[in-house]
Nanobody, 114 residues
Framework: QLQASGGGSVQAGGSLRLSCAAS????????MGWYRQAPGKERDLVAR???????NYADSVKGRFTISRDNAKNTVYLQMNSLKPEDTAVYYC??????????WGQGTLVTVSS
């Protein structure tokens, strides 16, 4: 129901853009966002965007990552610039609906080499 794409390998300082499309079976989408989980660590919020466009970011990515969404396409994007090795993780898209349902994407791996 959530299809993520755009992960890959990049050198430090490079950029990647993640995309996540929600299928038509998901209704009343409120928040869309991205989380990440590095090996041996918990899954943490990276960025979130509301249906009205309000955003919030983890302190570690502020000024480097930009989240956006296309409500007509039910798609959320994460533009990641100035990537650092510590950004290496599996990135998961997340959707929270007004029906209080949470959906997770399958995860896409981002690897940043120094």
């Amino acid at each position: 129901q959530l299809q993520a794409s755009g992960g890959g390998s990049v050198q430090a300082g490079g950029s990647l853009r993640l995309s996540c499309a929600a299928s038509g079976s998901i209704f009343s989408i409120a928040h869309m966002g991205w989380y990440r989980q590095a090996p041996g660590k918990e899954r943490d919020l990276v960025a979130r965007i509301t249906s009205g466009g309000t955003t919030n970011y983890a302190d570690s990515v502020k000024g480097r990552f930009t989240i956006s969404r296309d409500n007509a396409k039910n798609t959320v994007y994460l533009q990641m610039n100035s990537l650092k090795p510590e950004d290496t993780a599996v990135y998961y898209c997340n959707v929270f609906t007004r029906l209080l349902t949470t959906y997770w994407g399958q995860g896409t791996l981002v690897t940043v080499s120094s």
